[in-house]
């Protein structure tokens, strides 16, 4: 099974919370090429918009875990995520330093981290 891409479509993300991006454009741009699904809230609504890479097969068998994005909102950043994951993704090839300027810490480890707990409704 080859990488995922998971888009984040719910509160902020795809909204117009987010100007001048064509939410519809950039799901479609990705679905033409690469397996997605859209998601609800992701809860990192600061980061919005929110796109995760999840690891092929061969990329968990490596140690991938999933690459966060946030600030997703460049249609050129869209292009990025295609050509990566095209190339095997997470644990498969290396991270675009382009990318790698979107990655964030997904909010369970965020909460972790910081000592907080995160409390699921």
Known sequence: MPSRVVVCRDCCCGSPK??????????????AEVPVRISACLDV?????????????AGRAAGARPVWLGLVNDPGAAEDIVDW????????????????????????????????RRVDP
């Open 45 to 57: 609504c600061e980061q919005a918009n929110v796109i995760v890479v999840q690891p092929s097969a």
């Open 85 to 116: 994951v095209r190339a095997g993704g997470p644990g498969v090839a290396p991270l675009p330093d382009i990318l790698d300027l979107y990655t964030i810490t997904p909010p369970r480890r965020r909460a972790a981290s910081t000592g907080r």
């Open 18 to 31: 987010v100007t001048g991006v064509d939410h519809a454009a950039q799901t479609a741009r990705l679905r």
